[in-house]
Nanobody, 121 residues
């Protein structure tokens, strides 16, 4: 079993900052890509940012230059630093990780429960 637990969401004013964290735990042999997705109200889930085990990053155009993804491989944790937040960043943010368990030979997608981020004055 693998669990992903997000933290750090909340209410922030436009222009403010938040830092999300997601810790993976359980029967983990290794993790390839980790990432953050979001689902705004009434819309589909979309990729925000992703990072490989080697540190290569990818960002959605809408957040590039404002958000920074990073990870601590020793802690199986991924972070999302969000600056210059806008009302359109309001969404439930989900952590995702591509995980291989000790008793498996392949990698499977795992998701966290989500954390609400609301940007409003």
């Amino acid at each position: 079993q693998v669990q992903l637990v997000e933290s750090g969401g909340g209410l922030v004013q436009p222009g403010g900052s938040l830092r999300l964290s997601c810790a993976a735990s359980g029967n983990i042999f290794s993790i390839k890509a980790m990432g953050w997705y979001r689902q705004p109200p009434g819309k589909q889930r979309e990729l925000v940012a992703a990072i490989t085990a080697g540190g290569i990053t990818n960002y959605a155009d809408s957040v590039r230059g404002r958000f920074t993804i990073s990870r601590d491989n020793a802690k199986n944790t991924v972070y999302l630093q969000m600056n210059s937040l806008k009302p359109e960043d309001t969404a439930v943010y989900y952590c995702n990780a591509d995980v291989r368990e000790w008793d498996s030979t392949w990698y499977l997608d795992h998701w966290g429960q989500g954390t609400q981020v609301t940007v409003s004055s």
